[in-house]
């Protein structure tokens, strides 16, 4: 499924109002400090609707077409195939990315692998079993390379961040007039058919094994009772 399906549907009256609600959430995702590296994955070219690119200098969007905000620092290269150093990213946006790339868990280990230890992960879809989007699909097919289309759903995605050591902390569901959210996999799939689309925010958590130093044996010693006492007591009986 090409991209371009994304596109075409921020167009329509409902992705418009789809398009707010994730602009709303992008706009208070975004917590860490204005001098950490943020890389989005997929250009959207609104992104200076939800972030200032003025204050956060190291906020670089990355697109295989180039596609971006112009205010934006953008980088042209393949997301299964990141040209960045390992654990150099404080966070990461993938906007409506894995359902359109078809080397998805590749670009999944690419996301793990230049992510620091403890940085945030945010991930935006549709949902697969909304009625306005497979209406939109198949009334836009042309937009798509099969008829099955290549959506994903959010069990599927907290599989991936599991396998891949991520923590979820929060997954929310954009109703169109509203965003629903809950902590971590609680009541996941509670708003499955009328929400457009999902978000899930997650955390990379690193487990270090921390080695147990061998004991060291001694051998027994044995102490006989009539030691025990002091040297003027033993003065005193002789």
């Known amino acids: 499924m090409k991209r371009d399906f994304l596109f075409a549907c921020y167009e329509t009256p409902r992705g418009k109002l789809l398009k707010q609600l994730e602009e709303c959430y992008l706009r208070r995702a975004i ?11 997929g250009g959207l070219g609104w992104e200076n609707q939800f972030i200032d690119c003025s204050l956060y200098k190291n906020y670089t969007v990355l697109d295989a077409k180039n596609l971006g905000s112009n205010e934006a620092r953008k980088i042209q290269a393949k997301s299964y195939n990141l040209p960045l150093q390992s654990n150099s990213v404080d966070m990461i946006i993938l906007p409506h990315l894995l359902e359109f790339d078809a080397n998805r868990f590749q670009t999944m280990r690419e996301v793990e ?7 945030l992960l945010v991930v935006l879809n549709f949902n697969p079993w909304s009625l306005w989007v497979r209406y ?13 289309g290549h959506f994903i759903s959010r069990a599927r995605i907290l599989d991936w961040l599991k396998l891949l050591n991520f923590e979820v902390t929060l997954s929310s569901d954009f109703n169109l007039n509203s965003v629903k959210s809950t902590n971590g996999r609680l009541n996941a799939n509670r708003h499955a058919f009328s929400a457009a689309a999902y978000a899930v925010k997650a955390i990379k958590r690193r487990y270090h094994l921390i080695p147990l130093a061998p004991v060291e044996r001694t051998n027994p010693q044995l102490v006989f009772a009539n030691s025990m006492g002091s040297p003027t007591e033993s003065s005193q009986h002789d």
Do not use: F, H, N
């Open 136 to 148: 939109q699909y198949l009334w836009d097919k042309k937009m798509a390379d099969s008829w099955r």
């Open 113 to 119: 692998r230049v992510l620091k230890p403890e940085g």
């Open 31 to 41: 917590t860490v400090s204005c001098k950490q590296t943020i890389l989005q994955i």
